[in-house]
């Protein structure tokens, strides 16, 4: 275990996925060399007996060991020496079919709209379904599995590049160029039970009822009186035909 957390040994192997290979772990580095540390840290968890690696671990090397081969910049790390990281160069044969993962939730918006990048500048594919796989559970543990077809998207006119031997990178992957599994399908909606109305219960045959307003206020009794002997006079006028 000693020899696994040595930072000699973790030092040799950043300076091969930095400065040589950062595709054989699904890393893709930007135009200046960079990588994001937190997808490094991912990547690192992977392989076994480096899941202890943290960021403090780098600072660590950079602090105790004597001219280490990377640098760090904010939140990215990048290797000294680039001259043997493999170029993104356009690649006009490429395999018939590449891998790319998305999230769970993003999808049925995927399924309509096409895959468009997210966290870099590019789509990233792979011509390795299990590094496809490895890569999508990085984004989510339940990543949805696609299949580009390469042929309709050249037709489409979508240009790929290669970032090494099994990454590549595409602009936009339109919509009808890739097969994922069916959308899932939408629970309905739960009926709102609603309570049958209940009539009011009328009076029984015979009954009355006390207005008490009309018992307390004895003007406003008159009032409704006058109202109630205007409405009988108009029903007794006879109709004009008859006057």
């Not at 580095?29 to 960021?55: N, Q």
């Not at 609603?194 to 009309?214: H, N």
Request: glycine fraction near 6%.
């Amino acid at each position: 275990m000693a020899l696994q957390k040595s930072p000699k040994r973790l030092a040799k192997l950043l300076d091969y996925i930095l400065g040589r290979r950062p595709d054989e772990f699904g890393l893709v580095t930007d135009s200046d060399g960079y990588i994001k540390i937190k997808e490094l840290l991912k990547a690192l968890s992977e392989e076994e007996g480096l899941s202890y690696v943290r960021r403090a671990h780098l600072d660590e090397i950079l602090i105790t060991l004597p001219d280490p081969s990377f640098e760090i910049s904010g939140n990215t790390i990048r290797a000294k020496s680039r001259r043997h990281l493999p170029a993104h160069a356009y690649a006009p044969d490429p395999p018939k079919l590449l891998y790319h993962c998305v999230r769970q939730k993003a999808y049925p918006h995927v399924y309509t709209k096409g895959i468009n990048p997210t966290g870099y500048s590019q789509v990233i594919l792979s011509s390795n379904l299990s590094l496809a796989q490895r890569m999508g559970k990085r984004i989510d543990r339940s990543a949805i599995l696609l299949t580009v077809q390469v042929k309709p998207c050249l037709d489409k006119g979508v240009a790929f590049f290669s970032a090494g031997e099994a990454l590549f990178l595409a602009d936009f992957i339109p919509p009808d160029c890739f097969s994922g599994p069916p959308l899932p399908k939408e629970k309905p909606g739960v009926a709102q039970t609603t309570r049958p109305q209940v009539p009011e219960p009328k009076p029984p045959a015979g009954s009355f009822f006390i207005d008490l307003e009309e018992k307390m206020n004895p003007k406003t009794a008159a009032e409704k009186k006058n109202k109630r002997m205007k409405k009988r006079k108009k029903r007794r006028e006879p109709p004009p035909w008859r006057r």
